[in-house]
């Protein structure tokens, strides 16, 4: 009886637990573990006393910066004094490994120095599997003492958070072959070297046939990890050569093992490629896993409860459906490639999951679609297919936007490749304030401390206030591009370049 009380008082603790999280929609202030602060992926922090002024070329502020390489699209996520970043190998850690390589790199949280790093060589296909220098793109997700991260290999990878430092965890342990490529001599680890826990490969296991990179985010559901695809178009970007493969798998987090699969058939509709990560939410009293087709499209997922018997691999169950854009066209979607007019739509952001809604930038693809984008704010209850029913409101964006919104007190910030950054009311769509950067932007939005932060690509931070007032706080210039998002954890600010991540504290502190 005893064992029951205490497995039953557990129980109900966790779901006390799970309700708060549910309810608060961020994690108190302290790690930044995964992309978008937590399950729900809103890139909102309860960090205060964060930098007033910040100046990379002065050092005000500046606690340190890491070197990365040359190239940076990554997002770093901070747990348990370690920070993660991905980038690629043109300022080689490691001397003996050359060449155009992709990295994921393990700082000290206190001073920025190298504790390990993960080294992957390049798919060798074409340019359009891997591209040239763009390194490991993908956000990692800590959880405890394990790294979940999607290679640029279309692999997702499950690493030691502490390196080879403390002995080489099985089941997988060839790492000396995994790190170089094909046909290279193996050269010999080092405790600076990362620890592959297990190994999934999407492309091998799913027939997966990613587009330029692979990117995604894990999202963790228990003992469950989700994980979009990146499945896409061929090199001619006119064809789909995997039209049955999925845009969502999940898998169990303690093998790697392939559990389920979404069923949708997604595949001929995908305008570009799969990149946008799932996402948790609360349709009224059901969880769901809430995911952005690259159809423009975003399904509603009933999450899994059990595991499969070894083997089996059991479809998603679609519980809601809702199309972004109705009236796109949704047959031979590539024959309006470079049609700027009119098309297809697609999602490049992280739907975020807040207050029973979702919001989410949807539009024309950046490089090959139409320039129409919007910002959309949708009602995640219901069921079945809500498309003409769940419209909140959709607000028109100057351009195309790869930009996940922010979420934070009836506000809903948001920046699009048009140059600029948009206040909306969350609750009606009002356009509070718009203001016109000098450079399009690629990153997400940060609201911290009472604060916007977004990067530019012309490497420009702006930090507003985050408030229904328009209100220019500070715009720093830094050394190159800023294409991954500023993030917040444990009193510091940090903004990853194409080149460099900065820290920066409050010198009190």
Request: charged share 20%; aromatic share 8%; with cysteine.
């Amino acid at each position: 009886m005893q064992t029951n009380t205490v497995g039953n008082q557990c129980w109900i603790l966790a779901c006390i637990a799970v309700a708060f999280h549910f309810a608060s929609g961020s994690l108190p202030a302290a790690d930044h573990p995964q992309w978008g602060q937590n399950f729900s992926r809103n890139m909102v922090s309860d960090e205060r006393r964060l930098p007033d002024s910040i100046n990379p070329a002065t050092g005000k502020s500046l606690k340190w910066k890491a070197r990365l390489g040359s190239e940076t699209h990554s997002t770093p996520v901070i747990a348990a004094g370690k920070v993660l970043i991905g980038t690629n190998n043109d300022e080689p850690r490691d001397s003996r490994r050359q060449g155009d390589l992709s990295v994921l790199m393990c700082l000290d949280e206190k001073d920025g120095h190298l504790l390990w790093q993960l080294v992957v060589p390049k798919l060798t296909n074409s340019i359009f599997w891997d591209y040239p220098k763009a390194g490991i793109c993908s956000p990692a997700t800590v959880e405890g003492e394990r790294v979940y991260v999607v290679s640029n290999r279309g692999e997702v990878l499950c690493l030691d958070l502490n390196g080879l430092a403390n002995g080489n965890d099985g089941p997988f342990v060839d790492e000396v072959h995994h790190a170089v490529p094909v046909g290279d001599a193996p050269l010999e680890l080092t405790k600076t070297d990362a620890d592959i826990i297990w190994v999934f490969d999407i492309i091998k296991e799913c027939g997966v046939r990613q587009h330029d990179q692979a990117y995604g985010s894990v999202l963790i559901d228990g003992p469950f990890l989700y994980v979009n695809t990146s499945n896409g178009v061929d090199d001619s970007h006119k064809q789909i050569h995997a039209p049955d493969a999925p845009s969502l798998i999940v898998l169990e987090k303690a093998t790697g093992r392939l559990v389920a699969r979404d069923n949708e058939r997604i595949g001929p509709r995908i305008f570009h490629s799969t990149w946008s990560p799932p996402t948790l939410g609360k349709a009224g009293s059901e969880a769901r896993i809430f995911f952005a087709g690259g159809d423009g499209v975003l399904y509603g997922f009933e999450p899994l409860r059990t595991l499969p018997p070894p083997g089996e691999v059991v479809p998603l169950k679609r519980v809601w459906r809702f199309d972004c854009d109705p009236t796109a066209p949704k047959e031979q979607v590539h024959k309006y490639n470079s049609n700027r007019r009119e098309g297809p739509s697609n999602i490049k952001s992280t739907p975020v999951f807040s207050d029973g809604r979702l919001f989410v930038t949807v539009g024309g693809d950046l490089w090959w679609g139409k320039n129409k984008a919007w910002l959309q704010c949708i009602d995640a209850e219901g069921t079945g297919d809500t498309t003409g029913k769940s419209l909140v409101w959709s607000i028109p964006l100057d351009k195309h936007s790869l930009s996940t919104p922010s979420v934070a007190d009836d506000l809903v910030f948001v920046a699009d490749c048009g140059r600029k950054v948009y206040c909306v009311e969350a609750r009606t769509g009002k356009v509070c304030w718009v203001q016109e950067t000098n450079g399009e932007i690629w990153s997400s939005t940060l609201v911290a401390d009472g604060k916007v932060y977004v990067g530019t690509c012309r490497g420009d931070l702006w930090v507003m206030a985050a408030t229904r007032e328009k209100k220019v706080l500070e715009t720093v210039d830094f050394d190159s591009p800023i294409h991954g998002s500023p993030v917040a954890a444990n009193g510091v600010l940090y903004v990853t370049t194409m080149h460099w991540l900065y820290a920066f504290q409050e010198q009190h502190l």
